[in-house]
């Protein structure tokens, strides 16, 4: 059977459907491109903690007498002085020009290197200083020629011409130091019997290691 213009119901048919479909088609994209703007964005994250330990500038005077060690340990905190006996007995006979010289030593029980340098000596005016550090050949009045001897009273600038004590000493390490005070030969008569006090202060700096 056909229809009044000649086609065939069936593939009139076919053609109805066709379309219907192509249209679902078109619907259905439409849609999902419009719920996928709107999805939600999944994310993650994760979180790692440490533990950080800061270095510790500490330093410490050492000083033996009679086989016994005596120590003075520098810090934040106010530290004990540290009497310098080296000088006691020997500086009892000092004449106009003599030099008595001991030895202390520097340690460093901090966790950081250290620049070690003398920033204030006190004494009376009779007296010169001198300091340099100890090497192989020991501490004595020869360690020391007479143009080392200055006549300090007060602070040292750091910026000075007195090399450090230690320029890089490591954490745990010691260095010998070597103290030495010469009588002025210029001293006075009346200069005869006294007592003076010496005093020497040390700083210790922090450096980066090179």
């Not at 996928?36 to 500490?58: C, F, H, I, P, Y």
């Not at 086989?67 to 000088?87: C, H, Q, R, Y």
């Amino acid at each position: 059977m056909t229809s009044r213009h000649g086609h065939s119901p069936s593939r009139r048919l076919v053609s109805i459907v066709l379309f219907a479909a192509l249209g679902l088609v078109i619907v259905a994209c439409v849609a999902f491109s419009t719920v996928a703007g709107s999805l939600a964005r999944w994310n993650a994250s994760e979180t790692g903690t440490g533990k950080l330990q800061l270095g510790v500038l500490s330093f410490q005077i050492k000083e033996t007498v009679n086989g016994k060690v005596l120590v003075s340990e520098m810090n934040d905190e106010p530290a004990p002085e540290l009497k310098i006996t080296g000088f006691d007995a020997r500086s009892s006979k000092m004449l106009p020009g003599d030099i008595v010289a001991t030895s202390v030593t520097v340690q460093n029980t901090g966790t950081v290197p250290l620049s070690v340098r003398v920033t204030d000596a006190v004494f009376s005016a009779p007296f010169k200083v001198a300091f340099a550090p100890e090497g192989g050949d020991g501490c004595s009045a020869e360690t020391f020629s007479l143009k080392d001897f200055r006549s300090h009273n007060g602070p040292i600038a750091l910026d000075s011409s007195i090399p450090p004590l230690a320029s890089a000493l490591p954490s745990g390490k010691e260095q010998p130091v070597c103290v030495a005070i010469m009588l002025s030969e210029s001293s006075a008569n009346t200069d005869q019997g006294k007592s003076e006090r010496l005093q020497l202060t040390l700083r210790a700096d922090q450096i980066r290691p090179s």
